[in-house]
């Protein structure tokens, strides 16, 4: 996936509960990125895409991320597109599903407070410490490596967000055309996958994108524009 993956627990957990969690939880990163990557021959996806392995054939998994790519490029009208310069490229949709499914290790094996961040995007569970009260999310600044541009409350769910900060102007539309509407676009809501995919087609739909993210129940979105602006759905997120 080209980032860095963390999880940090919090409260009085069993460090051996605490190492079987994690170990399964990037294990299924892992086991997720072997399945994905474009940067691998073995990969499912790039024999899906060689046309050496066909989707009859495919893990389970591949259909459910292709089913997930399918519906998002009908519902943002073609601004989310898989196929990216004529090649089959899921990456836009994978990580926030995939880190979404590691989390999920860190529950199926009972811990309470916790959260699961990869590349920026984070799943969060409980509270910090374990004493109450939401968790406090930085959002980097775009246009200042290092810096902090606002922060946001969250009691549990995910945060997502997609721009330039990291990999830089790496987004672009359907035709190959950079999308530089905005610097940045995070997405809040209470699954991963769908935060994550939305701030990435947010991002690339440019001034309409915060409009049509607002039109999913349950997530909110703001945007960090060229000249440092920030635009949001709703103020009520935004500390």
Request: proline content about 3%; hydrophobic content about 45%.
């Amino acid at each position: 996936m080209g980032t860095v993956a963390s999880i940090h627990i919090h409260g009085d957990v069993d460090p051996a509960l605490a190492d079987h969690a994690t170990s399964a939880a990037f294990a299924e990163l892992q086991r997720l990125e072997a399945m994905f990557t474009t940067f691998r021959k073995t990969s499912e996806i790039s024999r899906v895409e060689a046309g050496s392995l066909s989707l009859l054939d495919c893990s389970a998994e591949v259909i459910d991320v292709l089913d997930g790519c399918t519906w998002l490029e009908h519902a943002s009208g073609g601004a989310f597109c898989i196929r990216r310069e004529g090649r089959l490229d899921p990456a836009g949709f994978v990580k926030g599903w995939a880190a979404e499914r590691a989390a999920n290790c860190l529950r199926d094996h009972g811990l309470s407070d916790w959260y699961l961040a990869v590349g920026g995007d984070l799943v969060v569970s409980g509270s910090p410490h374990g004493e109450g009260g939401p968790w406090t999310i930085a959002i980097a600044n775009p246009l200042r490596p290092g810096g902090v541009i606002t922060a946001v409350s969250v009691t549990s769910g995910a945060v997502a967000t997609s721009g330039t900060a990291e990999r830089g102007a790496h987004l672009r539309h359907a035709d190959g055309s950079a999308a530089n509407a905005f610097a940045s676009v995070t997405v809040l809501g209470p699954s991963l996958t769908w935060a994550d995919a939305f701030a990435t087609t947010a991002f690339v739909m440019g001034d309409d994108g915060l409009d049509w993210v607002a039109r999913f129940d349950g997530y909110r979105a703001f945007a960090v524009t060229r000249d440092g602006r920030l635009l949001n759905t709703t103020t009520s997120t935004i500390t």
